[in-house]
């Protein structure tokens, strides 16, 4: 199961769980409802009277579901809530297992690239048309949001119509933060591709005695509970731990 699927699935119990807690909110409240419809409307416990005893039952049991139902009603509202985070996270989110995650990366790449060159061309159009006196920002070509955000700029802490150094420094950082990822990615993919090969199943010898595990496919929750068992660890895309200590469930030899 790849991330994405395994947050879909958080997602959508996350779903269940509130719908469930909202149905016991409804129920909770119904009851707490009934009972206080069957008292006349004012009517005070009669101390003293037979009805008291009843009275006061009654009334545990309104506040008791009143109070589990506001509890129920939280949980809804937590559930959805949290719902709701795991969706916008699959909505902005690449993963490294998604199978287009190297396209994906490459269009943001080219879109934070575009964006850094166009920044810089604006600064250097900026600078350049200020020197030359009133009307520099309609001489400058820029498109309607572009004049926003300058101007928008113009109000930061030195009060300078540009895109500020910082601005372009996180567009570089996020550029090569992907172009990282998508190494990683390819690395990752020739790692699974060495343990197809394999029969599904990698093992190699590392330094110190240890020992790498590569699986084609997630090989079961048995399993990966024996890695751990083991103190074996993950290292995206592999398990490492001391080879002498490598589970039975995975074969001894090593490449």
């Not at 206080?36 to 049991?61: M, N, T």
């Not at 109070?67 to 969706?87: L, P, Q």
Request: charged share 35%; net charge positive; glycine share 8%.
């Amino acid at each position: 199961m790849g991330h994405r699927e395994s947050l879909e699935h958080k997602a959508e119990r996350r779903r269940h769980w509130g719908e469930a807690a909202k149905r016991e909110y409804a129920r909770l409240i119904g009851t707490a409802k009934t009972i206080a419809d069957g008292i006349p409307f004012g009517q005070p416990i009669l101390v003293g009277h037979h009805s008291e005893a009843r009275a006061r039952r009654d009334q545990k049991r309104i506040e008791s579901n009143m109070s589990a139902g506001v509890e129920a009603h939280r949980r809804t509202e937590n559930h959805e809530a949290k719902a709701d985070g795991i969706e916008r996270q699959l909505d902005t989110s690449i993963f490294n297992d998604d199978p287009d995650a190297i396209e994906t990366l490459l269009t943001r790449i080219a879109r934070r690239t575009a964006e850094l060159e166009r920044c810089k061309e604006i600064n250097a159009a900026i600078r350049r048309e200020m020197k030359k006196g009133e009307g520099w920002l309609d001489r400058c070509s820029l498109t309607l949001e572009e004049k926003r955000a300058v101007l928008r700029n113009a109000q930061g802490w030195d009060h300078r119509p540009v895109f500020p150094a910082y601005h372009l420094t996180n567009l570089g950082a996020a550029i090569r933060r992907d172009q990282k990822r998508i190494e990683e990615i390819r690395a990752e993919t020739q790692q699974y591709e060495r343990a197809n090969g394999a029969g599904g199943i990698l093992v190699e010898a590392l330094a110190d005695g240890y020992a790498r595990v590569t699986f084609e496919t997630f090989p079961g929750r048995q399993m990966i509970n024996a890695l751990k068992a083991a103190g074996f660890y993950w290292s995206r895309p592999s398990w490492i731990g001391l080879a002498e200590r490598l589970p039975v469930e995975c074969p001894r030899g090593t490449d």
